[in-house]
């Protein structure tokens, strides 16, 4: 998991859960589930599960040209899906430097977001965003037991 990434996670699970929140370490299982086709199309699931049903996991694109971080409501299934096209290495870690920088400045300050927020936030800083409701449950909420 990208540095930027686990700091921000760490702290979003501060800023919507509370100081009692604990965090779980990453455990990269979902390769191993049955994958439903939009799953099956990512691999490298990392991710963690904090307070309030919310878990955070970036994938990456089986083919290479795309990674996407979520953030996801497991027990209503509501989530908030950040993609960014590959380009180039160099350009890849910048660009998503450039949506998660302002993304964790929004999860850490004291006042509460969205995930409507936080997708106008990722698409302002150039990524694709959406917020969607999934018809089934994720491989990763699957793994956290909802």
Sequence with gaps: MHRLAQS???LAA???A???AALTPPLPRCELRS???EEAAFSGYDYVMFGDGFAYYERRALDGTRWEYILEHCPTRDRLTVGIDWQG????QQRINDVTGPL???IT??????LQDLR???RAAGAEASVDRTQGTSCVCADMGY
């Design 8 to 10: 921000m996670l760490a």
């Design 14 to 16: 501060l800023a919507v």
């Design 18 to 20: 509370g100081p009692a």
């Design 35 to 37: 994958l439903s086709s």
């Design 89 to 92: 290495a160099g350009e890849d």
């Design 104 to 106: 964790h400045e929004a």
């Design 109 to 114: 300050s004291d006042r509460r977001y969205t």
């Design 120 to 122: 106008d936030i990722a």
